[in-house]
């Protein structure tokens, strides 16, 4: 085996792992629903491995259906996530018994497959980056159901480097233009391609995401009383939602604690919020004086190289993210603490924009100029338009495989149960 081949073997044997090791829960945990927002876990585990088949076994390898009787339930279009445990969907058991089976044939595909071909999908091992960074995309799902489910005991936390107080509250990028997205990196998804020239005026970003003190400051300073600070249709949200402070917080007298796969712990200062909405990221940036940076704003603070006029894969370069680099892959199950990781700054000198949480953007999911959708429309292309709202970064949940300063998420404005928070921006004065 050549060394991508490797490369590629390697990600999925990890990838399972972690798929495995989410679920190896008794069966009642995997099949019931623990919130209308998720599918049971069990539904997750089946699904990762029926859009292997697809991929993999189908499309590329023209290889017969080995289950085409299940593909409709495990169709994420044909049934909304509300209404999956109603169907008839493998239980436990079966499910690691076709996804096994399933990957066994993945592996001797892999041997086969012929990585320079022509073909898109097998070109550089597009069809393998695919299955992996979808599977890791659900895992990261699959997190967010067990926060969901209040279960203790499921997920462990690791060590992370200690926050650092002190530099900067902002970082400046100057005017002028960059390149955003890719057209070279093998595993982007379409909705990263093609690059696109972007002349920006120049803005300050914040060198660090929204901690949990400054949020603090934003609830006692009253901001979710005032409608001043939220757009028409958050405020309705917050007012019919009753919400006043992120998912997952309580106050118990004048103390503010969390609750983070089933355990109950004082909110840590210093570490930046997560569990917030666009709506509530949006308020609070009005409320400090700024408001959220635009998705192409993003992108530049985190990925732009102005001296080598060139993007990077990751902020501070091409180094695969290390403990000492970024808070990815799970390493514990929670943001580090502000300011932990110097050594991952951008060129323009922006901390932690990947890993700990995802950040939302200003902006709207749409195509870029020149976009064409691969290998299906219903990857990207559906849900373009002013219904989602652009996350970046990345997640301490999400795994360097499936991160990349040009890779983008987009979810609805109220949702709060993914790993999400925010940092701020504004326009340089004129
Ligand atoms: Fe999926």
């Known amino acids: 085996m050549n060394d991508i081949k490797e490369r590629i073997a390697k990600e999925l044997i990890a990838v399972r792992d972690r798929s495995l090791a989410y679920t190896a829960a008794e069966d009642d945990l995997l099949v019931r629903q623990h919130s209308p927002l998720m599918s049971p876990l069990v539904w997750d585990l089946a699904h990762v491995g029926n859009y292997e088949e697809l991929w993999v076994l189908r499309a590329a390898a023209g290889i017969t259906p080995l289950r085409p009787e299940i593909d409709d339930i495990y169709d994420a279009f044909k049934t909304p996530r509300k209404d999956r445990p109603s169907l008839p969907f493998l239980p436990p058991a079966e499910a690691r018994g076709y996804i096994e089976g399933v990957r066994g044939r993945v592996l001797d595909v892999l041997d086969a497959i012929d990585l320079e071909s022509p073909s898109p999908l ?69 909705n990263e391609r093609p690059a696109t020239w972007v002349d920006l005026p120049g803005y ?35 007012q019919r939602r009753g919400i006043t402070a992120p998912l997952f917080w309580t106050r118990d007298g004048g103390a503010w604690h969390r609750t983070r796969f089933g355990r109950v712990e004082p909110v840590p200062m210093d570490e930046p919020v997560q569990h917030v909405s666009w709506y509530e990221a949006d308020a609070y940036a009005r409320w400090a004086g700024k408001r ?9 603070a985190c990925g732009w190289d102005p001296r080598a006029r060139r993007s990077r894969r990751y902020p501070w370069g091409e180094a695969d993210p290390g403990p000492s680099l970024a808070n990815l892959g799970h390493r514990s199950s929670h943001p580090a603490p502000l300011g932990a990781y110097p050594a991952g700054a951008s060129a323009y000198g922006a901390e932690q924009m990947v890993g700990d949480v995802w950040e939302w953007t200003g902006s709207w999911f749409h195509g870029y100029p020149g976009f064409r959708s691969f290998p299906y429309k219903e990857y990207s292309e559906v849900f373009f338009g002013e219904e989602y709202r652009v996350l970046r970064g990345g997640s301490w949940a999400a795994d360097p495989a499936a991160v990349r300063t040009t890779f983008r998420n987009w979810d609805y404005p109220i949702r709060r149960q993914i790993f999400t928070g925010f940092r701020c921006a504004r326009s340089e004065l004129v």
Request: net charge negative.
């Open 292 to 300: 959220l940076p635009t998705e192409a704003e993003w992108e530049k």
């Open 204 to 238: 300050r970003i914040d060198r660090l995401p929204v901690g949990n003190r400054a949020y603090l400051a934003f609830i006692e300073d009253g901001g979710y009383d005032d409608p001043r600070w939220w757009t028409p249709e958050g405020w309705q949200w917050r």
């Open 122 to 190: 097998h070109r550089d091992g597009f069809v393998f980056g695919l299955v992996i960074q979808h599977e890791h995309q659900h895992d990261e799902t699959m997190l967010a159901t067990l926060q969901l489910s209040g279960q203790p005991g499921l997920v462990s936390d690791g060590d992370l480097p200690p926050g650092r107080a002190g530099g900067p509250e902002e970082v400046h990028v100057p005017a002028g233009p960059f390149l955003m997205g890719t057209d070279t990196l093998p595993w982007a998804y379409d």
